[in-house]
């Protein structure tokens, strides 16, 4: 069964400040790999995903993760926050297979940006 | 702007009483997902749903129920409410994206239950 860790529990930046959220996962297939965030008040939504290709990968409002197979990681990054990134940041990780696929999440990252 | 709504969001009730958590969705996906979320704590599956008449318990064992006697609408009953059912209810879909088939979920807003 996979799972998924999330080092940084709760994080506090200043505007401009760079991001740099840790997720590592253990599965022994090839896998699927996602970034979920919860704004305050607001739904779990889609951050970015990755399938396969190129290791790294643009979501929405400038994020961006990397997938490195070897160390088993897919840190989220951005080069400057704003204070409207204050959010959870929720990794989450399924197998690459077809039928069900149990999509498996980490324990959340608040991020507390500061204006 | 989410195509999944969960009723009510929030609902405050005393042990013992039945209560049915609502979900619906309109995106016509055949997989459907109820999850619980504590502060801190990752997001446990506690049922799943393939399409209609299909349901399936997931990692959480849960006391709550589910039915899925229609595509879009997956909603969660407990029976008798304890403190300790006490959470946040999140209710997701999905259909299969690409190649992979991944799941990519779209999740509703949620619904934060407090049994006293």
């Known amino acids: 069964a996979q799972s998924v860790s999330q080092h940084n529990h709760h994080v506090i930046l200043s505007e401009a400040a760079s991001l740099e959220l840790g997720c590592n996962y253990s599965?022994?297939?090839?896998?699927?790999l996602f970034w979920y965030v919860q704004y305050p008040g607001q739904h779990l939504q889609l951050l970015l995903k990755?399938?396969?290709?190129?290791?790294l990968v643009k979501g929405i409002k400038g994020f961006e993760a990397e997938f490195i197979k070897s160390k088993f990681s897919f840190n989220l990054r951005k080069p400057s926050v704003q204070w409207s990134d204050t959010a959870e940041y929720f990794c989450?990780?399924?197998?690459?297979?077809?039928?069900?696929?149990?999509?498996?999440f980490g324990t959340g990252t608040k991020l507390q940006v500061i204006p | 702007e989410a195509d999944i709504y969960q009723t009510p969001r929030y609902l405050v009730i005393g042990t013992g009483k039945k209560i049915t958590l609502e979900c619906s969705q309109t995106m016509g996906h055949d997989k459907m997902y109820w999850y619980q979320q504590d502060p801190g704590m990752e997001l446990h599956l506690i049922h799943y749903s393939y399409g209609v008449n299909s349901t399936e318990k997931g990692d959480l064992s849960s006391e709550s129920t589910v039915s899925r006697i229609r595509t879009e609408h997956f909603p969660l009953t407990l029976e008798s409410a304890r403190p300790s059912h006490t959470s946040q209810y999140l209710c997701?879909?999905?259909?299969?994206?690409?190649?992979?088939?991944?799941?990519?979920?779209?999740f509703g807003a949620g619904s934060r239950l407090t049994v006293l």
């Open positions: 990755y399938f396969s290709g190129d290791p």
């Open positions: 599965y022994g297939g090839t896998v699927n």
């Open positions: 989450a990780v399924s197998p690459y297979s077809g039928g069900y696929q149990k999509v498996t």
């Open positions: 997701a879909s999905s259909g299969t994206t690409g190649v992979s088939g991944a799941n990519v979920l779209t």
